[in-house]
């Protein structure tokens, strides 16, 4: 999968150590490798199965779609998807103080709404780029999906970690940039 390139920094998963390494093994199994194929489209999965002579096909679909949560305010400039923010960074050198034609407008503050692994590796990016980062989780630290030890090393990084807080708006400025967030403290209920 390209999350593997684009969407997991460089300081969690060594692109030319881990990933380059992996993919050779799997190449040396025997696996061919048909990049830049649509199924459905520049390929049929009938196609291969009937013309191509494959007994089996797996179908790796790849990441979802972001799922926003419908606040008022999403729409801002300044507001993005993680993975829009992992991949203009990690793909597409948006870091690079260089002019770049997918600029990352990273603020001195920045909140990442989430607590899974792909949180962590937002908010952890947005610190290395000069940021002060902060994790917005509605519920406990228990409850946290990301695994233990990216916890750990966010909170070593000076990651601040609100919980049980959830966004109720996103506050912008006339001109159509993020400025703010409203949350709401929470209580964890029965499960």
Known sequence: GGVLEYGIPEFRLPKDKVVAREIAAVKKLGVKFETDVIVGRTMTIDRLLDEEG????????????????????????GVFSAN??????????????????????????????GGGNVAMDAVRTAKRLG??????????????????????????????FRMLTNPTRILGTDDGWVK???????ELGEP
């Open 131 to 160: 940021a002060e980062a902060v994790i917005v989780y509605r519920r406990g630290e228990a409850e946290l999906p990301a695994r233990k030890e990216e916890v750990h090393h966010a909170k070593e990084e000076g990651i601040e």
């Open 54 to 77: 494959y007994d089996a096909v797996f179908v790796g679909s790849g990441a979802g779609l972001p799922r926003f949560m419908g606040l008022e305010g999403e729409n801002l400039n």
């Open 180 to 186: 703010g967030i409203n949350c709401v403290e929470m």
């Open 84 to 113: 829009e923010f992992l991949t203009r960074v990690n793909l597409m050198g948006a870091w690079n103080p260089e002019p770049s034609d997918t600029p990352v407008y990273v603020g001195r503050k920045v909140v990442v709404v």
